[in-house]
């Protein structure tokens, strides 16, 4: 489903980002990167308002030709960007939202790791913190492939 | 039979290796076990070893013991094996060489299997051999990554031997683990004999020679798993492992828990003893067993075991189960196994295993047994841990330090802590008190004390600081009435008025020829001060108990230890003058004790006197005019105190009717 997934911190670097090794990465890298510009408007359009009624979810930041990227943001200000690719047109606004949800899900489980620290990569090389975030990103990414 | 077995064979092995099918698995399996065959004899290992170093290239051949060895191992009748050697080609060439080697393998895993040995069974596809020996440790170590890996099918047959294996293969883990502690970590998903591979590579000429020593130490019970390292491993394996030893001390009690326990089932299996250790170190983070301890308490406890913080983290991943940042006590049990097996060298799951899960836990082990059982498991755990807690190892006594700091501030008094000092001194030696004294409040009371002078760890200190504030209400009576000695009186006679706010401690020295009006007016300041404590202290100290200790105090030249600081402070600008009539209170000394109310007491003040006193009749005389002028002091004390006693009880009433008043008011004023 999703081409590829990106965690990125309140300072805008990324914590976690993974795609789908079919296409050059540095394009989705980029795309994400640019998105975040989205998703700092989206934030301040709704941040007049009080941070409870400031809903997680942001919806489709902005569609490309072959892609659309979609935002979500936590209360600490954590984002989540996802690329969708345009052709699966399967995919529905509440299946995105439940996969942020997921996403969500998992990056609360590891910021209960006491070993982990805020900030820090989320990576899972040398079966370390984040295995469960990354299976869980894998297990949305898989059917793509 | 044997004539076609051995055509077979000679067909087979003659003429060049047979079709031998191997997969990946097997031919790394054989591999290693033929080196390991092989290396034994001195000889190069087989082709493809991990190391291309120890390959000899003259001689490729295993010897015969070890393959006897190993072929025993396989527990297939000897018959069995026989005819295996025979077609592997081993009997007809006369040794073995890696294609008899492999084909003996196969053979052997056919029969395990319940194929018949022929040369026809190796060629499908069959599990690997499985071997039970305990000298070979290698097979039992070779064939468990593949059940640690979660796969747990060839758990069964690892016997108690696998004591020996752990020791072993601890050896080996350690040196590998030290290094590359990531790559092993990074191969289990893939390939299980690959992670063997390299601490068998390492480890194996000195496993060899040292497995003859390793046997009797795993059919000893309690024997610490150093010792085995330190002495019993020969020459090479002993500094290496030393080293390690030293890095993972800590745990190191831990580990020999596992060693001497059987593992019944699985490595993931926590014993009884496991169990309780795990819980005691869970009550030393929180006494609370239902309770949770905090991520951040927890990471400081697991840090101290050196692992990496990768290692530490993805064990928390695995035991922290419902994912709240906090670990009951199940989740705690859970870990801690899991960094005992990491320590161990155990590969750490993919997934929680489900003798770790929380549930089964819970269910296996009931958590009642915090309070009454604890001391019977005290007395038990006590002489098992005797022997581990011999060795000394400092981070091992640290963690042991953060078991014995309850959290529980409880007042204690003075006595009480003697007492049990001194029976803890005589039954425990010093290192084993500290463990065992962590299940119980009392019992750690008494450890609390000794414990502190080992202080080297964040929990410790922490809890330390916690503890000192909170000094106990002196009750220096039942100190006093206890003391035999003047060094306690002395003890608590700076400290009491140190921890009593307020009045300055009380100056060191006096006008050296004070008379007796002086005697009087410094009384009358004691009176003086005593009216303002009398209020103060008055719901605490019955009458009784002051009227003796004001009489006593006055009237003997020991340094008695009052339970109030005016008491007190009257003592110490009394000692210069009492010293002076120490001569002549000597000898009355001995009579008023006999007067005053508390016997034990003054017979304790009496005995701190040993000087030899002069007696003269002035001497007498004076002390006699001394104690008339006490005894009034003493008399206007008292009635000073009834009549205080008095105002107390009027303004009591009062603030009662006060409060009375109030609550009727109450309800007015907030509608």
Redesign the interface.
């Known amino acids: 489903m999703a081409v590829c997934v990106a965690v990125i911190a309140k300072e805008n670097y990324p914590l976690y980002i993974r795609s789908t090794p079919t296409e050059n990465e540095l394009k989705f890298h980029y795309m994400v990167h640019t998105s975040l510009d989205v998703v700092d408007e989206k934030i301040s359009a709704m941040g007049k308002a009080l941070v409870d009624q400031r809903e997680l979810y942001l919806g489709l930041l902005y569609p490309t030709e072959d892609y659309k990227v979609y935002g979500y943001v936590t209360n600490s200000k954590v984002k989540f960007v996802m690329v969708v690719d345009s052709s699966n047109t399967a995919l529905r606004d509440n299946e995105i939202r439940s996969m942020f949800r997921k996403l969500h899900n998992s990056y609360?489980?590891v910021?209960?790791?006491?070993?982990?620290n805020p900030g820090d990569r989320i990576q899972s090389?040398?079966?370390?913190?984040g295995?469960?975030f990354d299976n869980m990103v894998t297990s949305m990414m898989i059917p793509v492939c | 039979m044997e004539a076609a077995a051995a055509a077979a064979a000679g067909g087979g092995c003659g003429s060049g290796p047979p079709p031998l099918l191997l997969s990946e698995g097997e031919q790394q399996c054989y591999s290693e076990l033929f080196a390991r065959c092989a290396g034994a004899a001195g000889g190069g290992p087989g082709p493809g070893p991990p190391e291309a170093a120890r390959v000899a290239p003259g001689t490729v051949t295993a010897a015969a013991g070890p393959v006897a060895d190993l072929f025993r191992a396989s527990q297939l009748p000897a018959e069995t094996l026989h005819q295996i050697t025979e077609l592997c080609g081993a009997k007809r060439v006369g040794y073995f060489g890696p294609t008899q080697f492999y084909i003996a393998l196969k053979l052997i895993a056919a029969a395990q299997s319940g194929l018949p040995v022929r040369i026809e069974s190796i060629k499908c596809e069959l599990p690997l051999p499985r071997f039970m020996m305990s000298k070979n440790d290698g097979e039992i170590r070779f064939g468990n990554p593949a059940e640690l890996h979660g796969t747990k099918v060839q758990i069964p047959y690892l016997t108690t031997e696998k004591n020996s294996f752990k020791r072993m293969d601890d050896e080996d883990k350690q040196q590998e683990t030290q290094s590359p502690t990531?790559s092993p970590?990074?191969s289990?998903p893939s390939s299980p004999p690959h992670y063997q591979r390299v601490p068998l590579s390492h480890g194996y000429s000195k496993l060899r020679s040292s497995a003859e020593q390793m046997h009797p130490a795993p059919y000893e019970a309690r024997q610490p798993l150093v010792q085995p390292e330190g002495s019993s491993s020969g020459g090479p394996g002993t500094k290496p492992l030393r080293h390690q030893t030293s890095l993972i001390r800590s745990f190191s009690v831990e580990r020999e828990l596992q060693d001497n326990s059987s593992y019944l089932d699985e490595p993931w299996r926590i014993t009884e003893e496991q169990r309780e250790y795990y819980v005691n170190q869970f009550r030393s983070l929180q006494p609370d067993p239902s309770s949770f301890i905090s991520?951040?308490v927890?990471?400081n406890f697991f840090t101290k075991s050196k692992l990496s913080?990768?290692?530490?983290?993805?064990i928390?991943?695995l035991s922290?189960a419902d994912?709240?940042?906090a670990l009951t006590l199940s989740e705690f049990c859970a870990a801690f196994h899991l960094i005992v097996a990491r320590k161990n060298g155990y590969p750490?799951p993919e997934g929680l295993p489900p003798t770790l899960q929380p549930e089964y836990l819970q269910a296996a082990f009931p958590k009642p047994k915090w309070d009454c059982q604890l001391f019977d498991s005290y007395s038990e755990s006590l002489p098992a841990n005797q022997q581990p807690r011999d060795l000394n190892r400092m981070e091992k006594t640290s963690v042991k330090d953060t078991a014995d700091l309850p959290v529980s501030t409880q007042d204690v008094t003075g006595d009480d802590k003697q007492a049990l000092k001194s029976t803890v001194n005589e039954a425990l030696p010093k290192d084993v008190s500290e463990d065992p004294a962590t299940p119980k409040d009392s019992n750690s009371l008494k450890a609390r004390p000794r414990s502190r002078s080992y202080s080297s760890t964040s929990i410790e200190e922490a809890m330390k600081r916690g503890e000192d504030p909170p000094t106990p209400p002196p009750r220096p009576q039942k100190t006093h009435s206890r003391a035999s000695s003047l060094d306690l009186n002395k003890v608590f006679q700076p400290s009491v008025p140190a921890t009593k706010s307020g009045l300055l401690p009380p100056p060191p020295a006096l006008p050296p020829r004070p008379c007796p009006s002086q005697i009087w007016a410094i009384m009358n300041s004691v009176a003086v001060n005593i009216c303002i404590q009398v209020v103060e202290w008055s719901e605490q100290v019955s009458e009784a108990e002051l009227l003796p200790q004001l009489s006593r105090a006055p009237s003997q030249a020991a340094e008695s230890s009052p339970s109030k600081k005016d008491v007190l402070y009257s003592q110490p600008p009394s000692k210069p003058i009492r010293r002076k009539f120490r001569p002549e209170n000597q000898a009355t000394e001995n009579q008023e004790p006999s007067t005053v109310a508390s016997g034990p007491a003054s017979a304790a003040t009496v005995k701190p006197h040993p000087t030899v006193q002069k007696q003269s009749s002035k001497q007498k005389k004076a002390i006699q005019t001394a104690i008339r002028k006490n005894k009034e002091a003493n008399a206007v004390l008292a009635r000073l105190n009834s009549e205080l006693q008095q105002q107390l009880k009027e303004v009591h009433q009062e603030r009662i009717a006060l409060e009375n008043q109030l609550e009727q008011l109450r309800p007015v004023t907030v509608l």
């Not at chain 1, 090389?125 to 913190?129: A, E, G, I, Q, Y």
Request: hydrophobic content about 40%; aromatic content about 14%.
């Open positions: 609360t489980d910021m209960c790791n006491p070993f982990y090389r040398f079966v370390c913190l295995r469960a | 990531m970590l990074a289990p991520g951040s927890a990471k913080i990768p290692e530490l983290s993805y928390w991943e922290d994912c709240d940042g750490l």
